[in-house]
């Protein structure tokens, strides 16, 4: 049993569990219940945390409760992406630079959903959550190479979608 | 080391998951071999842009369902606790032992509440929330917490507010504001209660004093380690008439 409650535990990694969330499910409504749903099941099973890493643990979590709601779901049927919302751009630029500013974040964004979720999740974990291999491997259940390959090839493939410079012979 | 091995490790090279040697071997590559080097920086790049796509944050309704989840969790593992000690009471089958099992429920919230306060002096975490000014600690709670405490000065009888913090006490959220009474510290645990009003109960905890009263559907709890008489005086003056 963590020696603190839950709510100092789990809960200051709400956070980053939405945004996590919402990189899997590509859809608020849908990552706002994992989320909730995956947090339940964390009250309920938080003696197993022990003193352990609690965001990486949360997030296995919630990776659980979207893969088990995808498979009672048709995996056919088709997920609506969320209309893209203005984005805030930083103001210190001028009109010109923010609007560039906002279409790359758009194209980044719209390159990120595309691709393949085993590729896109280890991203966000590795880029977005700054988690250290060892930490991907744990939330992600696979060794330690797999996410170091994943890692590689999903970088390649995002950086030929975003027409980048990548090395021809390890085009996907 | 080539460039094959270069773009083999070029990932964990990037992302600092090489051990040391092998990093420094890329790096000895890299300032002789600008090619390389252009990977590496193509590699950095695309970490900065996937970095700049702003966060998702939790919404608040999102937190709000969560919260309430959790209350429920909480209820229902009192509602077992208090089932498992009415069972315990019913084998006993006397009412006495019934008020004894009370007074120890009491006493064991007492040495909680102790537990809370040198905790808030051992950690150093006696504040979240630092002001000597009620209207500014009041609001400070709200949207912290699903109840509001009572929340007075009472500089003026010798006991001023200094702060309050978040604490939990026995499985709740609780508010917990801290007096001064010159070098003593008193924390006062507030939360709501379905327990009918009563008057005020002193017991002693290793030493620290503690009160204990229910008023206006909140439980009271003043532990210090000023001395009996004083710490008295400041429940009395908590309570205004």
């Known amino acids: 049993m963590p020696s603190r409650p839950f709510e100092e535990t789990v809960l200051p990694h709400l956070d980053a569990a939405f945004n996590y969330a919402r990189w899997l499910t590509r859809n608020d409504a849908d990552a706002e219940d994992v989320v909730q749903d995956a947090c339940v099941r964390a009250v309920r099973f938080f003696s197993s945390l022990r003193d352990g890493d609690a965001r990486a643990w949360l997030f296995a979590i919630v990776r659980n409760t979207w893969y088990s709601r ?5 995996r056919a049927e088709v997920m609506p992406l969320d209309q893209t919302a203005e984005e805030p751009a930083d103001r210190g630029l001028d009109p010109e630079a923010r609007l560039l500013q906002q279409r790359d974040v758009g194209r980044v964004r719209d390159a990120l959903d595309r691709l393949p979720i085993d590729f896109r999740e280890v991203l ?14 744990a939330v992600v259940r696979v060794p330690i190479g797999t996410v170091m390959s994943r890692l590689a090839r999903a970088r390649d493939r995002l950086a030929a979608v975003l027409e980048l410079a990548v090395p021809v012979e390890r085009l996907p | 080391m080539t460039c094959d091995d270069v773009e083999r490790d070029l990932d964990p090279y990037t992302d600092r998951e090489l051990p040391a040697r092998s990093a420094a071997a890329v790096r000895e590559h890299l300032d002789t071999c600008p090619a390389c080097r252009h990977r590496v920086a193509d590699r950095e790049a695309l970490g900065r842009m996937v970095r700049s796509v702003p966060y998702h944050e939790a919404p608040d309704r999102l937190r709000a369902r969560i919260a309430g989840e959790i209350r429920r969790s909480h209820s229902i593992r009192r509602l077992y606790t208090w089932a498992a000690a009415a069972a315990l009471v019913v084998s006993i089958g006397a009412a006495v032992s019934l008020m004894r099992s009370v007074g120890r429920t009491d006493s064991a919230m007492a040495v909680a509440v102790v537990d809370a306060h040198v905790r808030s002096l051992m950690a150093d975490h006696l504040f979240d929330v630092r002001s000597t000014d009620q209207h ?3 609001p400070w709670f709200l949207g912290r917490l699903d109840f509001s405490p009572p929340v007075i000065d009472l500089a003026s009888a010798g006991f001023p507010l200094v702060g309050g913090r978040l604490d939990y006490v026995s499985g709740h959220s609780v508010a917990a504001l801290v007096y001064q009474r010159q ?3 008193i924390n006062v645990l507030v939360w709501p209660t379905s327990d009918p009003a009563s008057g005020t109960t002193a017991s002693q905890v290793r030493g620290f004093h503690v009160r204990h009263w229910v008023r206006q559907g909140m439980s009271f709890w003043a532990v210090s380690d000023l001395n009996d008489a004083e710490l008295s005086e400041f429940a009395r003056a908590l309570q205004p008439a």
């Open chain 1, 70 to 74: 995808l498979s009672r779901r048709s």
């Open chain 1, 124 to 137: 966000v974990l590795r880029e977005i959550e700054g988690m250290s291999y060892k930490e991907i491997a």
């Open chain 2, 183 to 185: 070098q003593h510290t």
């Open chain 2, 136 to 138: 500014t600690v009041k």
